[in-house]
């Protein structure tokens, strides 16, 4: 069975840092394009970065680049978002995703985490 | 940029009715695109992609349509359990993504 279990969040003030983790069993972790999306409170989905199973390459969206850093550590199968200089906007709940297919990035995601909770506030 | 746009924002029906929602880009996407379903406190579901293409596990009332810019999602029979908020997804220009905003149902 699929699972992705995420830790890290939390509450943390404007300028702050965070670091989410996300860990993957029951798949060949290393073969599949993992990423994370968010949902600020009040509003939808919004997906935020995306990484190639090798990890060889990165993806963000224009509203988090050069703030946030996205990697995978496919030895211990697990994801990582670090999020530096977080502002007020970057507040909500954040979801770890698998991509569907291995060996290429789709951003079809069939599986995704229980979600974790930021919160940045003074 | 492409914008997705979901109608109705919400809606509310009865058990046993059939219920639509629509997802319409603003450019075409051809059949590239996915929906999900979210209930509070769990992680989104995937329900299809390719615009037709149903997910193992997800129950048959679900069906979608749709191709280049006007997309539909058909729950047919609806049941107690299908209360959440649905997204449609745009994935053409992976791994540069769009959701729409979201469409609550509710009973």
């Known amino acids: 069975e699929v699972q992705l279990l995420q830790s890290g969040g939390g509450l943390v003030q404007p300028g702050g840092s965070l670091r989410l983790s996300c860990g993957g069993s029951g798949f060949t972790f290393s073969s599949h394009s993992m990423g994370w999306v968010r949902r600020p409170p009040g509003r939808g989905l919004e997906w935020v970065s995306a990484i190639t199973g090798s990890g060889g390459r990165t993806f963000y969206s224009n509203s988090i680049k050069g703030r946030f850093t996205i990697s995978r550590d496919n030895s211990e199968n697990t994801l990582y978002l670090q999020m530096d200089s977080l502002r007020g906007e970057d507040t909500g709940e954040y979801f770890c995703v698998k991509d569907i297919w291995d060996r290429e990035i789709t951003m079809i995601f069939d599986h995704w985490g229980q979600g974790t909770l930021v919160t940045v506030s003074s | 940029d492409v914008q997705m746009t979901q109608s109705p924002s919400s809606l509310s029906a009865s058990v046993g009715d059939r219920v639509t929602i629509t997802c319409r880009a603003s450019q075409d996407i051809s059949n590239y695109l996915a929906w999900y379903q979210h209930k509070p406190g769990k992680g989104p579901k995937l329900l299809m992609y390719?615009?037709?293409t149903l997910q193992p596990g997800v129950p048959s009332r679900f069906s979608g349509s749709g191709s280049g810019t006007d997309f539909t999602l058909t729950i047919n029979s609806l049941q107690p359990e299908d209360v959440a908020t649905y997204y449609c997804q745009k994935y053409n220009s992976a791994p540069w993504i769009i959701f729409g905003q979201g469409t609550r149902l509710d009973i």
């Open positions: 390719a615009a037709s």
